[in-house]
């Protein structure tokens, strides 16, 4: 199993600012992924609330043997978040950083992220299609 969480306003993905974050909602977006991924169950997750997202990377690092990777979208809580960011190194599972624009041409501030040095890698600015490009990579 892969788990995808996304962070705050990623609940708007479709209707918010589709200039930069495009013009698909994340429902979409994961029956895309369920369908390219047939023989990978995928898991979802979205919050608002900074607390709930740790406590679902503790769940998911564990209580859940089946969790093979962990992409995350922390929104902007990756510009400051170091509750996150000691979540992510807190858990044995993987996890890979994506966001959807591409972080570092946007506000000074979105530049730096402090949570992807305890990931994998992170991927920014290539859509939609960065979650599908962290999955391919936590299925390898």
């Given at each position: ?18 200039e930069i ?49 962990i ?70």
């Amino acid at each position: 199993m892969i788990a995808i969480i996304n962070g705050p306003n990623l609940n708007l993905l479709g209707k918010r600012q589709p200039e930069i974050y495009g013009k698909e909602n994340f429902e979409d977006v994961l029956r895309k992924l369920r369908e390219r991924f047939p023989d990978t169950p995928i898991e979802y997750f979205q919050s608002n609330c900074e607390g709930e997202l740790i406590s679902h990377l503790h769940k998911l690092g564990y209580e859940r043997e089946d969790c093979r990777g962990i992409v995350i979208n922390p929104g902007a809580y990756s510009h400051y978040s170091y509750a996150i960011a000691d979540a992510i190194t807190s858990i044995p599972v993987p996890v890979v950083e994506v966001h959807i624009s591409n972080i570092m041409s946007r506000d000074e501030f979105r530049h730096q992220s402090v949570t992807a040095p305890g990931c994998k890698g992170m991927l920014t600015g290539f859509g939609m299609e960065g979650y599908a490009m962290a999955v391919s990579y936590l299925l390898a």
